[in-house]
């Protein structure tokens, strides 16, 4: 055991030290008076004069033991009490046995034992909880030149007492005038010591009442009509407010004033926290080596980030671009501190790549989220769907069976439900592929899900764009609708329906609980008034008609899949029955191969409606 000896050069530990031997002292004395009534008799006071001596050597050496005196008590917390609680209790343990063994407890009143436990730990924690107030007082004299911001927190249940907690632990630079909550039921009571002061109506008067500088939203879960009234309600007070993220989104788990951020779009849409079984998470990707296709994208990079966090043995990053490559390795290594990852830059229909990758590193865990998605870029180059996200999936289960990969899992996409484009059709064609390649060692599964917000190519970023530069804002169609979540969400759910890959036979379509679907027209106006301005007067919105392949809404089942609940509560499975078979797949495959070498598109929609029957083209 490492000794926790303190500096002996620092005179703060003479200070401390020469204290707590008048503590011990006095306690044992006190322990006395309140046994004999603060009559003690004149044999008593010798014994507790004999036994003195040997209570200061035993405590001073629990103390100098455990490191009680390497602290700064300016500090002092709730832990720290702990620790002083369980080292007082092994200095009166070590204590009675010296006495037992010693005098064996003749003429020696049992009592002063626990009275003596419970005065030192009370002067002992007192002594220290006054040094923490004297210099917090003290600082804030130091200070009270400073002007300390005065904050309001929305909120009043877990969110808010961490960040409730966090602000009166900090009152050099803060103070807090309350909460404000809907319910009615906490109004009136306290948080920290501030009151919850009522709901979002007195919000105002309470801003300008207090000279309120900053608003912290704190509320773990809420619809998006409850934070659009929220963000409403802070807008018209006029003062600047921030939004503590969801814990899903704080890495280290560790709530703070640093990670409150401005109120993006993703806090209007709503979407309650994800709960992960790590357990079952942990099962199938701890020590493993896990091999990630596009871990440059949007969704690949995240995989990544997210599996990190369950301590993989080794990952396999394969992307065909070499700066989303090098992006993703550097965050690895320098951010997240992670090493044990290879590198390989190449496309997934180099079959010879993909077999050497997986015979070099035999990984047992895969996640293929390698693929082009952009509905109009794919209808104008319809084969390059074809190579990329038909052959290139191909290559990499192919590879994944051959080399014995226990689990693969295809990032998929609700525009595989009854696709009106190509890349919709592509990813279908993926879809059926992965079912007709269950069976051979290796557990197939897919996850469908609808968009994310802020991936490369979305919408969000775009308008972002169009509104700082004044707009206009240009929407499709004013009845346009879109499923969304955030990319960290739509990640976690990803690995958490692969570890539900375990209950079920292979081939499974995993499908994620998306929410309602969105406006289009709607997410423009939310993202223009979150820039300050108002929508149709200050950025116009306008309307430019349906893109090539483009549809007015997304589903996420098609006709003939019937949908099962699965044990957590935002993922879905496919209860269907149908398997694509390899041998036809194969045989349209070659023909879909043949099309797009001769970059024939017509040709490449009329096989793909015949693969997909559910496939109509667009007619935009």
């Known amino acids: 055991m490492k000794l926790n000896l303190p500096n002996l050069r620092n005179v703060n530990f003479y200070v401390m030290f020469i204290a707590d031997m008048l503590i011990f002292t006095l306690a044992l004395l006190l322990s006395y008076s309140f046994r004999f009534d603060f009559n003690i008799p004149a044999p008593f006071f ?71 436990w419970v005065l030192t730990l009370l002067f002992c924690s007192g002594l220290r909880l006054s040094i923490r107030a004297f210099y917090t007082s003290s600082e804030g004299l130091a200070v ?30 803060y103070r807090l005038v309350g909460f404000l909550d809907d319910d009615k039921a906490k109004v009136g009571r306290t948080i920290h010591g501030k009151p919850v002061l009522g709901g979002l109506d007195i919000m105002k008067h309470t801003v300008d009442s207090e000279e309120v500088d900053e608003i912290f939203i704190a509320v773990s879960e809420a619809s998006g009509e409850q934070m659009r009234m929220i963000a409403d309600a802070c807008k018209g007070t006029g003062v600047p407010y921030k939004i503590l993220p969801a814990m899903t989104e704080i890495m280290d788990g560790k709530v703070d004033i640093k990670a409150l951020r401005d109120v993006d779009y993703l806090d209007l849409l709503g979407r309650s926290p994800v709960s992960l079984d790590t357990k079952g998470i942990e099962g199938y990707l701890t020590g493993q080596t896990v091999l990630v296709t596009g871990c440059g994208g949007s969704i690949g990079s995240e995989l990544c980030r997210q599996i990190v966090r369950f301590r993989p043995g080794h990952i396999v990053l394969v992307d065909s671009g070499e700066y989303n490559l090098y992006q993703i390795q550097m965050e690895l290594h320098h951010d997240l501190g992670f090493t044990n990852y290879s590198t390989v830059l190449g496309n997934i229909t180099d079959s010879d790549l993909m077999a050497k990758t997986f015979a070099e590193h035999t990984p047992s865990v895969v996640f293929h989220a390698a693929a082009y998605k952009h509905v109009p870029m794919l209808e104008r180059n319809p084969w390059q769907a074809v190579r990329n996200n038909i052959l290139g999936s191909r290559t990499v289960m192919e590879a994944a069976v051959e080399s014995g990969v226990e689990r693969f899992v295809v990032v998929s996409t609700d525009k595989a439900v009854r696709p009106t484009n190509v890349m919709g059709a592509s990813k279908r064609v993926t879809e059926l592929l992965m079912q007709s390649m269950h069976g051979h060692g290796t557990r197939f599964m897919a996850v469908r899900f609808g968009n994310v917000v802020g991936s490369s190519g979305s919408v969000v970023p775009l308008f972002r764009r169009q509104i700082e530069a004044g707009g206009p804002v240009t929407v499709t169609h004013p009845d346009v609708t879109r499923y969304f979540m955030s990319i960290s969400e739509a990640s976690q759910l990803i690995l958490q329906a692969g570890s539900m890959g375990e209950k079920g036979t292979g081939g499974e379509i995993f499908v994620l609980d998306m929410g309602i679907p969105v406006k289009i027209a ?34 996420l089942i098609t006709e003939g899949e019937g949908i099962v609940r699965t044990e957590h509560e935002k993922i879905l499975v496919l209860g269907t029955d149908c398997c694509a078979s390899a041998d ?6 070659a023909a879909l191969l ?17 693969v997909v029957p559910e496939y109509i083209p667009a007619e935009n």
């Open 594 to 610: 043949h099309a797009a070498e001769h970059y024939d598109g017509d040709t490449i929609r009329a096989i793909l409606m015949r």
């Open 584 to 589: 036809s797949l194969d045989g349209e495959i």
């Open 144 to 173: 009270s030149a400073v002007p300390r911001k005065t904050v309001l927190v929305v909120g009043g249940g877990r969110a808010a007492e961490r960040i409730g907690r966090e602000l009166a632990s900090n009152p050099v630079q």
């Open 46 to 116: 010798m014994q507790f004069k004999g036994l003195l001596k040997y209570v200061l050597v035993f405590k001073a050496l629990a103390f100098v033991f455990f490191g009680l005196y390497r602290g700064m008590w300016r500090y002092t917390s709730v832990d720290d009490f702990w620790k002083l609680l369980r080292i007082t209790a092994v200095q009166n343990l070590i204590l009675i046995t010296f006495v037992l063994f010693r005098f064996s407890f003749i003429g020696v009143p049992r009592s002063i034992f626990v009275i003596d």
């Open 522 to 555: 709607d997410m423009a106006r939310d993202l223009i008034r979150l820039s300050g301005k108002e929508p149709d007067v200050d950025v116009e919105i306008a309307f430019t008609g349906l893109r090539e392949g483009e549809k007015l809404f997304e589903e």
